[in-house]
Nanobody
Framework: QVQLVESGGGLVQPGGSLRLSCVASGRTFSIDSMGWFRQAPGKEREFVASIGRSRGTDYADSVKGRFTISRDNAKNSVYLQMNSLKPEDTAVYYC????????????WGQGTQVTVSS
């Protein structure tokens, strides 16, 4: 089994920044790609960003140029640096992991709340 724990959420003003962290424990050798997803109230969960074991990245169009995903394999961690935050970025952010680049995300964290408001 794999456990994922997110941290770093909070309240920030529009235009501000936050850095989310996710630490994996357990059978971490089974994880290939890591990703971030988010779910706003009344909306379905949506893809934000992903990073492969070789650090290839992918982003949703809505966050390109503002968010940066990175990982530290030695620390079994993945990060999401969020800059120029907008009110529409408000959501619960989830860390996820999968066994391969084409596999479904099988491992999920409990989520961390990000609120962008003045």
């Amino acid at each position: 089994q794999v456990q994922l724990v997110e941290s770093g959420g909070g309240l920030v003003q529009p235009g501000g920044s936050l850095r989310l962290s996710c630490v994996a424990s357990g059978r971490t050798f089974s994880i290939d790609s890591m990703g971030w997803f988010r779910q706003a109230p009344g909306k379905e969960r949506e893809f934000v960003a992903s990073i492969g074991r070789s650090r290839g990245t992918d982003y949703a169009d809505s966050v390109k140029g503002r968010f940066t995903i990175s990982r530290d394999n030695a620390k079994n961690s993945v990060y999401l640096q969020m800059n120029s935050l907008k009110p529409e970025d408000t959501a619960v952010y989830y860390c996820a992991g999968r066994r391969g680049p084409e596999a479904a995300y099988a491992y999920w964290g409990q989520g961390t709340q990000v609120t962008v408001s003045s």
